[in-house]
């Protein structure tokens, strides 16, 4: 049984590389990061620094989250990508978002459990694709720990 820790490894891994081969379909120069804790990046699409987050949508605030470590990084990246995967709300499909640099408007959140959270409305963003490629998404229900 895989950790917690290791789910989530794998879910950002395999956002990232649907985001590489979405790109690469429409004729993109993709580079991903060697670099497992590259701070800048975790990729370059046609020479811009692209950032991945692949994550469930937090429904009741229908925003995307990242934590304060990962803030900085969100803004500064030219490209900013969050993949929704599959919930109870949404359970065959995938989608991409892509946030344009004026519109990374993150909310400071503290849960109920304490914790501080950024979230990023999800109306925010631009949906770039659905995908309901049933492989896809029983491989991200797989590395979900909800």
């Not at 946030?99 to 503290?110: E, G, P, Y």
């Not at 694709?129 to 492989?135: K, Q, R, S, V």
Request: glycine share 4%; with cysteine; proline share 1%.
């Amino acid at each position: 049984m895989l950790s917690i820790q290791e789910l989530k490894y794998k879910t950002g891994d395999l956002g990232e590389r649907i985001i590489a081969r979405f790109f690469r379909e429409k004729g993109c120069i993709v580079e991903e990061s060697l670099n497992l804790f590259d701070r800048k990046k975790d990729m370059i699409i046609d020479t811009k620094n692209c950032e991945v987050k692949t994550q469930q949508l937090w429904h009741m605030e229908n925003a995307f989250t990242v934590k304060y470590n990962q803030l900085q990084k969100c803004h500064e990246v030219d490209r900013l990508f969050f993949i929704e995967t599959p919930s109870k709300y949404n359970k065959n499909t995938v989608i991409i978002y892509e946030f344009d640099k004026d519109n990374r408007n993150f909310l400071k959140k503290t849960t109920k459990d304490g914790r501080i959270m950024y979230l990023l409305k999800r109306n925010l963003g631009k949906k770039l694709t659905e995908i309901n490629d049933p492989i896809i998404v029983n491989q991200f229900n797989e590395y979900s720990s909800s």
